[in-house]
């Protein structure tokens, strides 16, 4: 299910794409490892149309199609000895398209906010959740630092950020004040 962007415009999606562009040129753009060697060649395009003219759920789309998913990956075994091969969540080109797509449009978010002068953004739901974490609801409403957000987000790539936003499947963004 697609996030909303409450402001999600096109000066934001110029600003979108130039740090998509950033990461592209420092060689830093994360890639997930559960998409497949199509997937891997195809994701910066397909990031880059979506920014430009589509959402994260048009990006999940596309990640869905032509194997661009690889069907198993390796993950540690309980208690962290040795690994075993489990199947690619269902839901993982989601949690890639919207990730991804929301790290952007945060970052593009944090640029606008400081080039006015403003501080912080405000934490809000940009998906419904049938059960909510605490964790993210007691981040609702609150306010984050535009600066510390843009450089943990610049500089926590395809990890989860410092300061939790966006945490991984939260369905939790933010917006202008």
Known sequence: MALTYVDLNDDVRRLMLAEIKRDVAAGTLFFSPRLSPRGLEDYPQLLQDAVAS???????????RLGRLNLTEEKRKPGGIGHTTARVP???????????FNRFYLRALCI???????SSLIIYRARPSAHPRPESEAKIDTPIDATQLLADLRNNIGVEPALGLPMVNSGLSARLP
């Open 54 to 64: 589509g959402s994260d759920a048009s990006l999940e789309a596309e990640i869905n």
């Open 112 to 118: 606008i906010a400081l080039d006015a002068g403003v």
């Open 90 to 100: 269902s839901n993982a080109a989601e949690i890639i398209g919207s990730g991804e």
